[in-house]
């Protein structure tokens, strides 16, 4: 089954400065991969989502990339704010997203004011 | 657009006794519905997947003696935990997924706490 690895666990960042968070993949089956934003006792909240067949995708300060060849996804936030602070999960999918959700292990991201 | 409710949000229920939560697609059809458990501080883990009309697929490691999963309509599934024991206490969050969308909208998630 897929495996999904997720780096780091913490990742502590000034306001304003940008953050970045990696993840890789093992199945190369696997062509949807969205990351999720997730408060204490929350619900996971989608932020970007990338299909396999587009290499990067940007929605204002968050941004996704894509190599199906290194079988490696990265979300980057620009402009850090406090209330990106959170939990981060990556995640992947085949069939394009009807196959349940593989996480990564998390990312917890802490905006230091 | 794109409601999922689950229901109750929180449960506390003693050993061996059982458990439903229902998780609803209010305001489209979802073919297909996943289940996740969350442990504190730990990530989300695929439990079961279920579409409408037929027998939910269930991740290695799940007893689906256990985990009783109905999916009778394209906007209920029901997860019935079973005979429960304290190490069941969970986060149950489940998703649903609307045609040839991809995205999955996930519930707020039932908080179950056996005692």
């Known amino acids: 089954g897929e495996n999904v690895e997720q780096h780091p666990s913490t990742l502590s960042v000034q306001e304003g400065d940008s953050a970045v968070i990696k993840c890789t993949y093992s199945d190369s089956a696997s062509n949807y991969f969205p990351w999720y934003k997730q408060e204490l006792g929350k619900r996971p909240q989608l932020i970007i989502d990338?299909?396999?067949?587009?290499g990067e995708k940007k929605d204002q300060r968050i941004a996704v990339t894509l190599n199906k060849t290194a079988k490696h996804f990265s979300l980057h936030i620009t402009e850090t704010q406090p209330e990106d602070s959170a939990v981060y999960f990556c995640a992947a999918s085949g069939r394009g997203g009807a196959d349940g959700l593989t996480f990564g292990k998390g990312t917890h991201l802490i905006i230091q004011p | 657009g794109a409601v999922v409710s689950q229901h109750p949000s929180r449960v506390i229920c003693k050993s061996g006794t059982s458990v439903k939560i229902e998780c609803r697609s209010l305001?489209?059809?979802?073919?297909?519905m996943f289940w996740y458990r969350q442990f504190p501080k730990q990530s989300l883990m695929l439990m079961a997947t279920?579409?409408?009309?037929?027998?939910?697929?269930?991740e290695q490691g799940v007893e689906k003696d256990k985990f009783l999963i109905n999916h009778a309509s394209l906007t209920l599934s029901t997860l019935t935990v079973t005979s429960a024991h304290p190490e069941d206490s969970s986060f149950y969050i489940c998703?649903?997924?609307?045609?040839?969308?991809?995205?999955?909208?996930f519930g707020p998630g039932t908080r179950l706490t056996v005692t």
């Open positions: 998703s649903a997924r609307a045609g040839s969308l991809d995205e999955q909208y």
């Open positions: 990338i299909r396999s067949n587009v």
């Open positions: 305001d489209f059809q979802a073919t297909t």
């Open positions: 279920s579409n409408e009309g037929s027998k939910a697929t269930y």
